[in-house]
Every structure is written in C-alpha cells, then in structure tokens.
C-alpha cells in the first residue's frame, strides 16, 4: 500500500497503460481519478476495482478540451481533497506518409499528445503545489521510443513526443523549487490496442522484435510498474528526466540474433 493517502489523476485510463497504470495505484492504496471520453470504459475499471475495495471515480473528458480539463480537476479536488500525482498518458497515432498525411491528422496527433500535456500540466500545477507533504507531488507524462527515433509513417506522432519530452524537461527546471517533480516514461512496443494496430502493418511486428534485446513486446503492467517508481517517494530527486521501458530497444544498434 505504497500510496495510501495519496490521489492520482490518470488520463488514458480507458484503455492499454492508461487503464493498467490507473489499477495498479488502486491496488496500492490510491485514491484514483480516472479520465478518458469514453466513460463507459472507466466506469468498468471503477468497477472492477471497488470489487477489492479500491477507491476510484471516473470523469468523461477529452484531453483537448482545455476548459473541461479545468472542470475535471475542480471535480477531483472536491471529491478528493487533494491531487499528489497525476499522470498523463492519453494519446493517439495516425499512421501514414507525412507527404500524404491530411492537416486535420497532423493536428489531431499534435493536439492530443502535446498540447494536451501543456494543458493538463498548466492544470495540475495549481492543485500538486496546493499539496504540501513531506514527499513531493509527482506529475508524469507519457512519451515513446518515437522521442528519440524515427518510426516509419508516424511523424506526427514522434514530433508530438519529442515534444512531450522537450516540455517535461522545461516544466522540471521551473517547477523544482516547488516539490514538484516532472518526468517521463518512454514505452517501446507494448501489447494494446494502439501498438497492435501498428504492429500489423505488413511485416512490422518480425521487424520490431528484431530490434529489441529482449526479444519481445513488453506488457502494460512493465510500464505501469516504472511510472510508480517514479511516482513514488523513492524518486524524489529524479526531475527531467526519462525512465525508457522497451526491452533495450533504445541502447541497441542491433540485436545478436
Ligand atoms: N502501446 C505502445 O506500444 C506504446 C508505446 C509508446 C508509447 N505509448 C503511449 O502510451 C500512451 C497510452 O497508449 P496505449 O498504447 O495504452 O493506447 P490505447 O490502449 O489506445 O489507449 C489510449 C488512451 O488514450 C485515451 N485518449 C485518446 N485520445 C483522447 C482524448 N482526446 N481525450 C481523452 N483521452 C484520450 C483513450 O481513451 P478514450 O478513447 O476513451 O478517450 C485511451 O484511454 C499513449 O500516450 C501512447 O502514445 C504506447
């Protein structure tokens, strides 16, 4: 129960490392705020998680939407009394040649990745710095191995998360003196529905396995366990910083076998 008496915010939770990340914080004690659009899907998970006595309330919000971001965390704070932790990890892809990718895509890509990390982080700060405890608040967002490499028919999506990472490391050096600590995750591949969509693309999947030293595609629970390190007040002097979770992908040039 490493995080009784925290709350924690998760976005994406409807779905993949949203979902996966948001019952894990219920299982160790959080009290979890959990937000996606389709709230059918969060209130399974709510439901899921009260039958072992989890305590988690479900609020519909499209992470675009820079006034309903404001309404959700008002609604959270009332609820809960607190926000210590919130994690960002709604996003999308589009795949596709950039050459013929339509405008509305490139924005949809950018705007659900990257400038809906501005909005629920401008969002989040007043409420982590409302929280003054002897652990610092947490706010961790979700980038890719597409910050840092090139993925085929994903531009969009990797310059949304170069972006993402660009952004923790700047929020990090101004929110510091606060107690707040900004950080990401990069997953490689990892089995949801996001990342199957990708993989079976002609012979992506063979592909994708030959890049990584593991030699296979990670689970949501790899990526929902670093997030609680980094949440956790075992991270407390780790700011700016990413934790990569791709099965060596990221330090290979290639692979033995
Ligand atoms: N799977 C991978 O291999 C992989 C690798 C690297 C990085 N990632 C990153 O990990 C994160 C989660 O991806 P995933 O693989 O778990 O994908 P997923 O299963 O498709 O889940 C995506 C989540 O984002 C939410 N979302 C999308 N657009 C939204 C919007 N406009 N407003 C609110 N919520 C929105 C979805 O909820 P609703 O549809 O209900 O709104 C869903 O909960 C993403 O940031 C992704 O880029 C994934």
């Not at 939770?13 to 979890?32: D, L």
């Not at 989040?124 to 191995?145: D, P, Q």
């Not at 990892?190 to 990670?218: C, D, F, H, N, W």
Request: glycine letters at 8%; a neutral charge.
């Amino acid at each position: 129960m490493r995080f009784a008496e925290k709350t924690v915010v998760v976005t994406g939770a409807s779905s993949g490392i949203g979902r996966r990340t948001a019952a894990v914080f219920a299982q160790e004690g959080a009290k979890v705020a959990v937000v996606a659009r389709r709230k059918q899907e969060l209130d399974a998970l709510c439901s899921e998680v009260s039958d072992y006595g989890g305590i988690m309330n479900a609020y519909a919000a499209d992470v675009t939407d820079w006034k309903r971001i404001r309404e959700v965390f008002e609604c959270v704070y009332k609820d809960f009394g607190r926000i210590d932790i919130v994690v960002h990890c709604a996003g999308v892809t589009v795949k596709g040649p950039v050459q013929e990718m339509e405008p509305e895509d490139w924005d949809r890509v950018l705007d659900t990745n990257l400038k809906s990390t501005y909005y629920v982080a401008k969002t989040a700060h007043e409420y982590l710095k409302r929280t003054k405890e002897e652990e610092n608040t947490k706010f961790i967002a979700v980038g890719s191995v597409g910050t840092y490499l090139g993925i085929p028919l994903s531009a969009a999506y990797c310059a949304s998360k170069g972006g993402v990472v660009q952004l923790i490391k700047a929020m990090a050096v101004e929110w510091a003196a606060q107690q707040i600590n900004v950080n990401a995750v990069c997953p490689g591949y990892v089995r949801t529905p996001l990342s199957e969509g990708a993989l079976k693309i002609g012979q992506t999947r063979q592909k994708v396995l030959s890049r990584i030293p593991m030699g296979y595609i990670g689970s949501t629970d790899d990526v929902a366990q670093a997030v609680l390190f980094l949440a956790s007040g075992q991270a407390d002097y780790i700011t700016g910083t990413t934790l990569n979770v791709d099965g060596g992908l990221l330090s290979a040039a290639y692979t033995l076998d």
